[in-house]
């Protein structure tokens, strides 16, 4: 059996799997420069669809959970 990741956390808001960095950037609340810059740091995981950057609604999710863990 799979195990499937927990129910996401801004599931009210939105039940899409994938958010374009604009998306991201207002369900963060940060600028989109700043989601660019934790995706090159590596902090915040993307994926390319057909040559656009996609945030899935998982990796948000952990993004949120990493940053409450360190604060």
């Known amino acids: 059996m799979t195990d499937f990741p927990p129910a996401s956390t801004i599931e ?9 960095i604009t998306e991201t950037s207002e ?5 989109r420069t700043t989601v ?5 740091a ?5 994926i ?6 996609r945030i899935t609604t998982a990796e ?7 940053c409450e863990a360190a604060a």
């Open 12 to 20: 009210p808001r939105s039940a899409r799997l994938c958010h374009n």
């Open 36 to 40: 660019r810059k934790l995706i090159q």
């Open 60 to 66: 948000i999710d952990r993004f949120l959970r990493t």
């Open 27 to 31: 369900l963060l609340g940060i600028s």
């Open 48 to 53: 390319r669809i057909r040559g656009s950057t």
């Open 42 to 46: 590596g902090e915040l995981r993307a």
